[in-house]
């Protein structure tokens, strides 16, 4: 065969391959199996290697994988896997130590020792070990649910298949962090654009071959579910881990004191552009299990730690259009469109301008030079404006008065600041202002709401240009067939994206309430709210009154969501939405807790000091014993728990009514914990 010949050959091998990965990757349609993939591969590089003058970028040698694959097992983490706060300064620092002081109500010079680590910039992993030998290894997922992805973790070499050290517990997970190396992570040629999401898409290939062709890495950090495990102390459980053979951040410190803290925070950031993995900042973790315990988490965080960012990066650079977008709450956002510039590895092209004040405080025009600032996953903002680069016929910017559905903008009046907002906001109508029901819809499908995979908000987007979908119950009523016929859909695309839709009908109470996006109503309040009302049918009797006064006897609930929520029930669209998702979707009754505690069915109300313990703690234990809090005296009082100065009146609305009144030392016999 001559040359020509050959690579003719080679050619439509190659284009043979292209085809193979999409329908593989993209659609999830394998043409071939497993073994006619492979052969041809083999086929390929046997020619790449027979004939050196070959060359394809779309050789098997070049490509490292294609896209990472939707289609894991979803298994559910027994200890859901936290994401973490964000600290920038001392500052927040300080603010994130007294915070914790309040609530275990230690003396305010109370010295909190924590175990400082280097905050490794890749993907977590969760891996279950029974006796010793690894059984499942899971990703992050959103917190809750995780991806089935053993195979895969199992080919990095940093993680041990089997554990043989005598203390090591029975039943463990063991979770850290997966990441590339920077030196690794160029000798490869592949089409990610950072050595993060190439963990991250490595990690999730369908074949976990392809996984093993990449160098991860493993380091371990904190454990999820763990039977029998007799430690004291977070840099015990480090050292630990170890001595078990997991691979350790060699950068790890316990550090006692804020001014310690930020000196480290100084010193690693130093060391930063010499190590051979990306870090984005600390984490600071409260050394002593025992106060993490106490502490608790609050939503989907720790109070007991923080990541401490390192700081920004700038960049420079022309803005080239100011586009005012509309959030899921009526909010008027200006952003910047800049001329594109890559800013500490990351591509920019647009940055915040905040709100209209921000951009007259500045005077941000079309056509100006400016600092552009990105710290870690927060949205890049404009920092300033070079005046003196400013173009002779800028002019300056007319915020819009008027929401582009057509309505007149307002500025809040903030009974707190007695001021109004900087925020221009269309006012809340809903689904009625198109812009706000397309974020609305988005916010519906994403990972703390609905987690509908393949419905991501680009998705959405499309299928609401298209008046595919307008309102929620849309979702669950789509057009398949004309789905199919579209552009870049084909059927095993429609058939997973129907699976994943069909499996979200079940949904929990309080992840409904979330997902309808009502304004000040986040994951905590809608938990509160769906403990309290318990079933989806007493969730449509809000508009009732007396439902809502019941709501506005939560505690963690104030006027601020009632107002909300009442805005939402007035709203005739809401309503329909409600009424129409009620057909399609099964809501599960709020878990409510065990209730089976020491407290069960009694209510609480403090009133005073307590020693030794802040009131947010004395409220996590009542609720922790099936007791539940309320924050008005009435008839469905129980008992009024009088701490150091108690208000008078709330004592004498108790006697009124016959309320049982209890020292902290009366009430801390009822959960058999007197001193
Ligand atoms: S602890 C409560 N420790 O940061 C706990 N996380 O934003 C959360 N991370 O998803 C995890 N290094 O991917 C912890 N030493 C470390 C970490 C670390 C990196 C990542 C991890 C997590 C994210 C939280």
Redo the contacts with the bound molecule.
Sequence with gaps: MNNKKIEKKYNKKIKELIRFNKLYYDKSNPAVDDNQYDELKKEILSLEKKYKFLKNENSPLKIVGYKPSKNFKKVIHRVP????ANAFDEKDLKNFEKRMINYLNLENDFKIEFSA????????ASLTYKNGKLITGLS?GDGSQGEDITENLKTIKDIPHLVKAKDFPDEIDI?G?VYIQNSDFKKFDTKFANPRNAASGSLRQKNSEETKKIPLKFIA??FGYAKDLSINTQSEYLKKLGQWGFKL?PFNKTITGINNLLKNHDEVEKKRKDLDFDIDGI?Y?VNQFKLQKRLGSVAN??RW?I?HKFSANYGISEIMNIEIQIGRTGALTPVAKIKPINIGGVLVSNATLHNEDEIKRKDIRIGDIVKIERAGDVIPHVVSVDIDKRKEKSKKFVFPQKCPCGFDTIKEFNNITKKFDAVRRCPDRGFDCDKIAKERLKHFVSKEAFNIDGLGKKIVENFWELKLIRLPQDIFNLDYNKIEKMEGWGRQSVSNLKYSIDTKKKISFDRFIYSLGIRHIGLESAKLISKNLKKFKNFLKISDQKKLYELSNIDGIGDTQICSIENFFSNKTNLKVLNELKKVLIIDDAIVDKNDGLLSNKTFMLTGKLEGMSRSEAKSLIEKNSGSIISNVSKKLDYLIIGNKPTKRKIDAAKELNIKILNQNEWLQLLNKTS
């Design positions: 896997m936290l994401s973490l680590e280097p905050k490794i910039d890749g993907i977590s992050r979770r962090e950090y904190t951040n984490v973790k965080a720790p730690a990541a």
